[in-house]
């Protein structure tokens, strides 16, 4: 399994912008799919976005796109979201998760198996 450290978390104000990290430990790496998954307070946790291993496909959850953006660096083991025009809504704990390439769902929770332990995004109004 792939260890993973999400960090860029924090406090912003509605409109603002922040950019998450996704840090994988592991030389196999580039062999995974990774999405970012988000958790509000009483809320199941929820797909957000979602990149294949060789970057040729994202997914999106239909009340982020647009605002998100999801890229990666195989050569330096991070995952990144753009999170831009936030709000209020979206505040929650964010998770970046792994999913072995076959039989890859990208918004199934249940196909990821390695998450970190997630990083807070506050956005206030």
């Known amino acids: 399994q792939v260890q993973l450290v999400e960090s860029g978390g924090g406090l912003v104000q509605a409109w603002g912008s922040l950019r998450l990290s996704c840090a994988a430990s592991?030389?196999?790496?580039?062999?995974?799919?990774v999405g970012w998954f988000r958790q509000a307070p009483g809320k199941e946790r929820e797909f957000v976005a979602a990149?294949?291993?060789?970057?040729?496909?994202?997914y999106y959850a239909d009340s982020v796109k647009g605002r998100f953006t999801i890229s990666r660096d195989n050569a330096k083991n991070t995952v990144s979201l753009q999170m831009s025009s936030l709000k209020p809504e979206d505040t929650a704990v964010y998770y970046c998760?792994?999913?072995?390439?076959?039989?890859?769902?990208?918004?199934?929770?249940?196909?990821?198996?390695?998450w970190g332990q997630g990083t807070q995004v506050t956005v206030s109004s």
């Open positions: 592991g030389r196999t790496f580039n062999s995974y799919s």
């Open positions: 998760a792994t999913a072995p390439p076959l039989n890859w769902s990208p918004r199934s929770l249940a196909t990821y198996d390695s």
């Open positions: 990149i294949s291993r060789r970057t040729d496909y994202t």
